[in-house]
């Protein structure tokens, strides 16, 4: 099984932004993506997504950045991309986490640690009625939300609500990866790692604080509905990154509160920055497609291509 850092991110929940719970104190989230540095911040300057180019005299790396999620069927304009891979020597995509079939006794003996230990309604009475709305939304029937503990409950509804949103993870990546084979073009992972140590920290050390803030969160993002992803999702086909990188984020705020996500981020981006460092040695053009808010953040994938000093630019045409 081959599993994104950014698809675990997504089942590990979408949650609450800052952290001021109803009934306690404000608590920091570590965030490595949570400043974009607004000079990266560009439209796009020919049809379809916006692009970044980043060069050192005879290699160039053109790099698409994509959402998390998008409408089921959107279509977008991939007319850049197809030109780009034409003759490009690989498709750079992101870190991979992979469990094998060794793995599933353990992560099912894991699900056993996300059982309720006592009712919903004592550990958040503030929320449960949310949930027991947000349930019934998705299309759910009965309450067993309540056998689960916070993070339990909040990573099933964010199951069910992304079914009934009308969104898939999927895309645009399968269309890519269409392409590349089309054209003739490895594709591979900036990097690859086991999935269970992430998954034993996630499940076995989180707390129950770090459960109720990211179950607050689905709850937001559930009760918001699946227009505002929609929405920058649109935007991102049409190259406007402003709107696009300013998707919700209480997911990803979430998923930065539980232990060790934060650092799998910034190992994620690392293994990006040397991935693309790596194919500068190749004479030629290569292509690689990273999340689009890891790539403009402070300290994200092309601040760091800059640090080394490579020429990070908006290509202005389509070569």
Request: proline share 7%; net charge positive.
């Amino acid at each position: 099984m081959r599993t994104r850092f950014a698809a675990i991110a997504a089942l590990a929940v979408l949650t609450a932004a800052p952290l001021a719970r109803a009934q306690g104190a404000e608590q920091p989230i570590d965030d490595p993506e949570a400043n974009v540095v607004e000079e990266l911040v560009v439209n796009a300057r020919l049809p379809g997504p916006a692009w970044w180019k980043v060069s050192d005299g005879d290699t160039t790396v053109y790099i698409l950045g994509v959402p998390g999620a998008v409408p089921k069927g959107m279509t977008w304009d991939t007319s850049v991309l197809e030109r780009r891979l034409d003759g490009a020597f690989a498709v750079i995509t992101p870190p991979v986490a992979r469990a094998g079939l060794t793995d599933l006794p353990a992560l099912l003996s894991m699900r056993s640690k996300l059982k309720a230990e006592r009712p919903l309604e004592q550990v958040a009475p503030d929320l449960a009625p949310r949930m027991a709305r947000a349930w019934a939304a998705t299309g759910q029937k009965g309450d067993g939300w309540k056998d689960w503990k916070p993070l339990g409950a909040g990573l099933l509804l964010a199951g069910n609500a992304q079914k009934a949103s009308g969104l898939t993870g999927q895309e645009p990546d399968k269309t890519i990866q269409k392409l590349a084979r089309k054209h003739r073009v490895k594709s591979r992972p900036a990097a690859v790692y086991k999935a269970m140590p992430m998954i034993k920290t996630l499940v076995k050390q989180h707390s129950e604080e770090a459960g109720l803030i990211c179950l607050e969160g689905v709850l937001d993002e559930v009760e918001a509905g699946p227009e505002p992803v929609r929405k920058a999702a649109r935007a991102w086909a049409d190259g406007d990154v402003r709107a696009a990188v300013h998707a919700p984020r209480e997911g990803q705020r979430c998923v930065m509160a539980l232990p060790g996500m934060a650092e799998e981020f910034r190992r994620m981006s690392a293994a990006q920055v040397e991935a693309v460092s790596q194919a500068m040695k190749t004479p030629g053009k290569a292509v690689a497609v990273f999340s689009l808010r890891g790539l403009v953040v402070e300290d994200g994938v092309l601040d760091k291509l800059r640090a080394r000093g490579f020429k990070v630019t908006t290509p202005d045409s389509a070569n």
